[in-house]
């Protein structure tokens, strides 16, 4: 049963085995919206859209993680510092370049419920007594 006024989550990945297995993860904690398509995802975000945390993938087919934080930076600074990346060890230049360079959280997958109830948990506390 989830909370009521639970924080909103919102899951941005490609893979829909994962974004499922989160859902079922945090679902009785917080409000989980999952998108498996990065476009999507901008396009709510854009819209108005907003979010307590969003969990996103660094590499995806359409649109990266790293293109997603770069749109919120302009358009919603808010969402682009509750971001928490979600990586799978492969990475570009670019994209080790980018996780160099942005203070925001991330988690090494393969992750297991624990380690994300425990990552979310610090990540909306720290979220909310940043400035």
Not at 39 to 46: F, G, M, Q, V
Not at 81 to 102: D, H, K, N, P
């Amino acid at each position: 049963m989830q909370l009521a006024n639970a924080p909103r989550v919102l899951v941005v990945d490609d893979d829909r085995v994962l974004t499922r297995a989160i859902t079922r993860a945090l679902g009785a904690a917080y409000a989980i919206t999952a998108e498996n398509r990065a476009p999507a995802a901008l396009e709510r975000l854009r819209g108005g859209e907003r979010f307590d945390l969003i969990l996103c993938d660094v590499m995806m087919p359409e649109l990266s993680g790293i293109a997603i934080h770069a749109e919120l930076v302009q358009v919603a600074p808010d969402q682009a510092a509750r971001m928490v990346f979600m990586t799978g060890g492969a990475f570009t230049i670019a994209a080790r370049e980018f996780l160099a360079r942005v203070p925001n959280p991330r988690i090494e997958k393969p992750f297991g419920p624990p380690q994300l109830r425990t990552l979310v948990a610090d990540s909306l506390r720290a979220a909310r007594t940043s400035p």
